[in-house]
């Protein structure tokens, strides 16, 4: 005999299989809650905010301390004050009287040559644009005793030929003539070259004039490493084409129209720079010399993955021949230390590292590196850069709400025991706190994750 459906079951079937499917979709959901994290991109805005978070709590100095402990260098330098930094991250590896403010003499010109690629870039002009040479940029009206590349009425001359005028000859001449190009006069050319060095965060260099010839141009050795590594940074290409060029054969007669029968005083000028030829890697930057100054030079040599700015101001001496021997000397010794007790490890970003959220209305984010640059390796044993370790520590997992930059773990590296860097690994997003069902389902999830674990340990 059949047994009839009655509605009574349904009191109990309803709330068993209602039971049963909410078990199912809790166990699919811890399910895919222990596998690896899937994280998804940033949406436009939360780019925006980690970009800007990065951009004001981690913005690197241009100039900075080595992270980690070294012995003073004790050696001696002629120069009134020096300094040397590591080109890739502005690590100061050897100081004397840094912050002393000097004039940089002919040194300007490395500002003037970067605010001038700083306008090429813009668009505002080219370095095939022939440039109008008002009277003022003439050699015959630059001071006395100035260096100068020859400039002249109705010569034809292009703004590339300026810059190797500057860098070659130190043409004060040419300064004159590419400030008034840039800006119309001198003056107004100052004022843009001194608005850039405030956006550099350089508070004690400023100009008056475009060449370096007043002792009222100031700088300090930090600042100028600091502005040389920009420089270098932002226009690569300037050393090969400029800083390195030992000589320039100006005026020729391709710098006159066609119909020009007057006489033309060509010359050979040879680089101011003696380093160029005696220092291994050496290719740039800059000398420079007023009484009130004495002798300077900025240098950079690279050899391999690394790069060294060298600043001394103030060196002493009578006269060129002894002044040069001086600078020369303390050039060379600056450079070729850095190079015997410091190597570069090149940046390598780490990759993003996925962190599982729980109670969060977003269950994944990425901690990722605050900041990414070189590493500046003592020679502890040979090789040291090459035996380089990197370790990440991070937090696998973490409860919500997690802000924006909220450090999760770090970057480690060290040689041979000793830690030259750490870097904080941090929150890429902002994941806000989940509603209480979210909250009360991931708390029972983890648990039972984390009780699985510890089974499958124990087994």
Not at 181 to 207: D, P, Q, W, Y
Not at 251 to 273: C, E, L, Q, S, V
Request: aromatic share 10%.
């Amino acid at each position: 005999m059949k047994k009839h459906f009655n509605l009574k079951h349904l009191f109990w079937i309803v709330p068993l299989v209602l039971l049963i499917g909410c078990c199912a979709a809790f166990g699919l959901y811890t399910y895919s809650r222990s596998l690896p994290v899937d994280v998804p991109p940033l949406t436009e805005e939360q780019q925006i905010q980690f970009s800007g978070f990065l951009a004001e709590n981690y913005k690197e100095p241009l100039t900075r301390e080595l992270p980690y402990p070294v012995k003073p260098a004790s050696f001696f330098i002629y120069a009134k004050a020096g300094i040397i930094i590591d080109a890739s991250n502005g690590c100061v590896l050897y100081e004397k009287n840094a912050d002393e403010i000097i004039p940089p003499a002919s040194m300007a010109k490395i500002a003037l040559m970067y605010v001038t690629f700083e306008a090429i870039k813009n668009g505002e002009t080219s370095l095939d644009t022939v440039v109008d040479l008002v009277p003022e940029s003439w050699a015959k009206n630059a001071p006395l005793q100035s260096s100068v590349m020859g400039l002249g009425p109705n010569q034809i001359v292009t703004l590339n030929e300026l810059l190797l005028g500057l860098s070659v000859a130190s043409g004060n001449d040419a300064a004159t003539a590419i400030a008034c190009h840039i800006s119309g006069s001198v003056e107004k050319f100052c004022e843009r070259e001194n608005a850039e060095m405030e956006k550099l965060g350089l508070t004690h260099t400023r100009f008056v004039d475009a060449s370096g010839y007043s002792e009222l141009n100031l700088t300090t050795p930090r600042e100028f490493a600091a502005l040389a590594r920009v420089y270098i940074e932002r226009y690569p290409d300037a050393l090969k084409t400029y800083h390195s060029a030992e000589s320039l054969t100006f005026p020729t007669a391709d710098n006159y129209p066609p119909d020009w029968t007057g006489r033309i005083n060509t010359r050979k000028m040879y680089a101011t720079n003696r380093l160029l030829d005696i220092i291994e890697g050496c290719d740039g930057l800059k000398t420079g010399f007023i009484y009130e100054s004495g002798y300077n030079i900025s240098l950079t040599a690279k050899r391999g993955d690394t790069r060294f700015i060298s600043v001394t101001m103030g060196g002493p001496g009578i006269g060129t021949a002894e002044g040069n021997k001086y600078r020369v000397a303390d050039g060379k010794k600056l450079q070729e230390w850095a190079f015997s007790s410091f190597k570069t490890y090149p940046a390598h970003r780490t990759d993003p590292v996925p962190v599982k959220l729980w109670g969060g209305k977003d269950d994944s984010l990425y901690a990722c590196e605050a900041q990414t640059h070189s590493i500046t390796v003592p020679n502890v044993k040979e090789d040291a850069a090459d035996s380089v370790s990197k370790k990440v520590f991070v937090t696998r997992e973490a409860l919500s709400p997690v802000e924006c930059g909220t450090v999760l773990g770090k970057v480690q590296y060290s040689v041979d025991g000793i830690i030259l860097e750490e870097i904080p690994l941090v929150a890429d997003r902002t994941v806000a706190r989940g509603n209480w069902f979210k909250r009360t389902v991931d708390k029972l999830s983890k648990k039972l994750i984390d009780t699985l674990k510890i089974n499958s340990f124990a087994i």
